[in-house]
């Protein structure tokens, strides 16, 4: 069995044929596809978040208006830039948003990626500390968050409260128990997959990783996966870890599928970005019986425990639903994912 939901990166336009005009609409329609997605047997729902573009950007009154609105899927994002995040402000909003789903938050977090300005963070009061790299600020902030999920106490109390304090040094409030074997950390590069699992977090790989041996996407993406799993075990860590890779993949079964993806041809592509070389992982879009061949020879989705099928938000969520249910009716029971 394979867990199997969706990831969103939230676009939304002004033009006309987009079906997500306004902020408002992606947000609306992110609450909307969640529902769907749960109505048809997925397991999970998951957002990107992009600061400075006509994106999704703000994760947690997204994340806790599906946790209100749904009962079982998971609710994910994959993932924070936390080079942005203040860890303290994020653990409570995150535990808040954790309460209202019933423990159902998978929260990716990662160190980011280029962004849509030039170091953005910085419009948000962050900076690198002396000898530090905006990474490092990023994995400082996720370590803190990381501690802060504990739930210990650290903060000496006022000894004339407004109100009664339990005693002992207290602690962030809301805190929701279990979050912190909850959290993910996506990575581009064996290494950092290593230091996830070390931190004890589980491993969200993309469509995106460094090449770092020049074979295909998926061989070197299983790869970083086995190495994740290796380095988890060497930890001694008490629970088991998850793993997660995203895919794009499209099910033709109709005359509207096939217009929309009938023509793509898509293999892996290398390339540079952040100044590293690259492979950029293939897209999938056939009919079932030939989806199905293809997705087989596909070792990092067969070495994952979920896999997020990346959806084209802007064609509406009716469209969203249906690509989401010819995966799950049409190709996962041949594959043994269902």
């Known amino acids: 069995m394979k867990r199997i939901g969706f990831l969103s990166f939230g676009h939304w336009n002004p033009h006309p044929q987009s079906r997500t005009r306004s902020a408002g609409d992606v947000l609306r329609q992110s609450i909307d596809l969640a529902v769907a997605a749960e109505e048809l047997g997925a397991d999970g729902a998951y957002f990107r978040v992009h600061h400075f573009a006509q994106q999704l950007a703000s994760p947690f009154p997204l994340l806790a208006a599906v946790g209100a609105k749904t009962s079982n899927i998971e609710i994910g994002t994959g993932v924070i830039d936390m080079r942005y995040e203040n860890p303290f402000s994020m653990a409570e909003n995150a535990g808040a948003a954790d309460l209202i789903a019933g423990g159902r938050l998978q929260l990716g977090l990662s160190r980011g990626s280029p962004e849509q300005v030039i170091d953005g963070w910085r419009h948000f009061g962050f900076q690198p500390a002396p000898g530090e790299t905006e990474q490092d600020m990023a994995r400082r902030h996720t370590e803190v968050f990381l501690d802060l999920l504990r739930g210990e106490g650290f903060a000496q109390p006022n000894p004339r409260p407004m109100f009664p304090n339990p005693p002992g040094l207290l602690r962030l409030e809301p805190h929701s128990e279990g979050l912190r074997e909850r959290i993910w950390w996506g990575a581009a590069s064996n290494a950092t997959a290593v230091w996830a699992a070390r931190m004890g977090m589980n491993l969200q790989s993309s469509t995106l990783k460094t090449d770092e041996t020049g074979q295909p996407f998926h061989v070197q993406q299983a790869e970083q996966l086995r190495a994740f799993k290796a380095a988890w075990q060497e930890a001694g860590h ?101």
């Open 238 to 338: 008490a629970h088991t870890p998850r793993t997660s890779v995203s895919r794009s993949i499209f099910a033709i079964t109709s005359d509207l599928d096939r217009a929309y993806f009938g023509r793509q041809q898509d293999s892996d592509q290398f390339g540079h970005i952040d100044n590293f070389r690259a492979v950029f992982g293939r897209s999938y879009a056939a009919e079932p019986d030939k989806l199905i061949d293809q997705l087989r020879q596909d070792e990092a989705i067969a070495e994952a425990d979920t896999l997020l099928l990346t959806v084209p938000n802007q064609l509406g969520v009716e469209y969203n639903a249906h690509v989401i249910e010819n995966i799950l009716k049409h190709v996962a029971p041949a594959l043994g994912w269902r």
